[in-house]
């Protein structure tokens, strides 16, 4: 298997080992574009995999704050309490680049920068930037995607 992303589009492919087209995904990347530096909330290019698969199991809408649940379910009530929150919900594919020097290593680490694939709230809608340098998905397109990929998946981040 492997992902691509495609920042044009906003859209993210996985493809099968022959690289045949499995699924295609609307996506939403960073509001601020591309870019490898900490600190730039862009959405790193190049090739990356995923390091780590979080939340296997937890309810659609669960709420993750640094990688872990906290018991929270989001509603729109609750993202109306607290408005100014950047929501990563129902699953998190974490990303850790492979170039070192551009995604790897230093102030351009994407494993370091905490880029993640993750689900947000049905009211955001995917199609056009607005992330803060994350990959967001709707959370049932993320719960489709997080059972067909494991942790060494490539995904290939695209401009």
Not at 25 to 52: D, F, L, M, Q
Not at 102 to 124: A, E, Q
Request: net charge positive; proline share 5%.
């Amino acid at each position: 298997m492997k992902i691509n992303v495609y920042i044009a589009t906003q859209q993210l492919e996985l493809l099968d080992d022959a690289g045949k087209l499995r699924h295609r995904y609307t996506v939403s990347t960073s509001a601020n574009g591309v870019g490898e530096i900490s600190g730039s909330n862009c959405t790193p290019r190049g090739k990356h995999i995923i390091r780590a698969r979080i939340g296997a199991g937890q309810p659609e809408n669960t709420v993750f704050v640094s990688r872990r649940p906290t018991g929270e379910i989001y509603t729109p009530e609750l993202g109306a309490q607290f408005p100014g929150r950047d929501w990563i919900l129902t699953r998190i594919l974490w990303l850790s680049g492979c170039e070192v020097g551009f995604n790897r290593l230093g102030k351009s680490d994407t494993m370091r920068r905490y880029i993640y694939i993750h689900g947000t709230p049905d009211s955001v809608q995917p199609g056009k930037p607005g992330s803060h340098g994350c990959i967001r998905m709707r959370n049932a397109d993320l719960i489709e995607l997080f059972d067909l990929v494991t942790a060494g998946t490539a995904v290939e981040i695209i401009e």
